[in-house]
């Protein structure tokens, strides 16, 4: 069974850092491309970020470009999302998600990041 | 990276069937045949329902249907149940610039 434990969540400062991790496990994780999708408080759905399987390729939405870093750590089987100048607009439920064919397929449960002083 | 354009809110009265529309570009929805559906209840993670425009994941009710014209993709939801009340996003592939994904801005279902 998929599971995606996202973790690293909680308050930080208006330009301030954050570092978001995301351990997989019942996949073969190295094989898949994996996205982070946010979500603001009553607010939909936004696409952040991706990374191919093998770490080869990233891709970000504009918002966060310039700021926000994915990365991967296949033999720890955990995704990353690195984020610095944090602003007010950044707060929101932050979710990973296991790709296939460029379709999420799998969710994680999210971690809250709040940025405020 | 425009969002796709959803109906703020649809409902039906149980057993009936509602259709939700998601319209993009050429560049998205019309380009490409990779528009997926989620569904989100409150307080939950998004839950596939619908990929690559009409396919079922395992595990999905048939009631929940795909279809795709031009630049505008639907969910039909037939023999509507009072658990089909949740939030539901489109999302499609965004194209070979970018190479993310793009959502709609979200669909509230009520059953009446």
């Known amino acids: 069974q998929v599971q995606l434990v996202e973790s690293g969540g909680g308050v930080v400062q208006p330009g301030g850092s954050l570092r978001l991790s995301c351990a997989a496990s019942?996949?073969?994780?190295?094989?898949?491309?994996m996205h982070w999708v946010r979500q603001a408080p009553g607010k939909g759905l936004e696409w952040v970020a991706f990374?191919?399987?093998?770490?080869?390729?990233?891709y970000y939405a504009d918002s966060v470009k310039g700021r926000f870093t994915i990365s991967r750590d296949n033999s720890k089987n955990t995704l990353y999302l690195q984020m610095n100048s944090l602003r007010a607009e950044d707060t929101a439920v932050y979710y990973c998600a296991k790709d296939i064919g460029i379709t999420i397929f799998w969710w994680g449960q999210g971690t809250l990041v709040t940025v405020s002083s | 990276q425009s969002a796709l354009t959803q109906p703020a809110s649809v409902s039906g009265s149980p057993g009936q069937s509602i259709t939700i529309s998601c319209t993009g570009t050429s560049s998205d929805v019309g380009s490409y045949n990779l528009v997926s559906w989620y569904q989100q209840h409150p307080g939950k993670a998004p839950k596939l329902m619908i990929y690559e425009g009409s396919k079922r994941p395992s595990g999905v009710s048939n009631r929940f249907s795909g279809s795709k014209s031009g630049n505008t993709a639907s969910l039909t939801i037939s023999g509507l149940q009072a658990e089909d009340e949740a939030d539901y996003y489109c999302?499609?592939?965004?194209?070979?610039?970018?190479?993310?994904?793009?959502f709609g801005g979200g669909t509230k279902l009520t059953v009446l």
């Open positions: 999302c499609s592939y965004a194209g070979s610039s970018t190479l993310g994904v793009v």
């Open positions: 019942g996949f073969t994780f190295s094989s898949y491309g």
């Open positions: 990374i191919r399987y093998d770490g080869s390729n990233k």
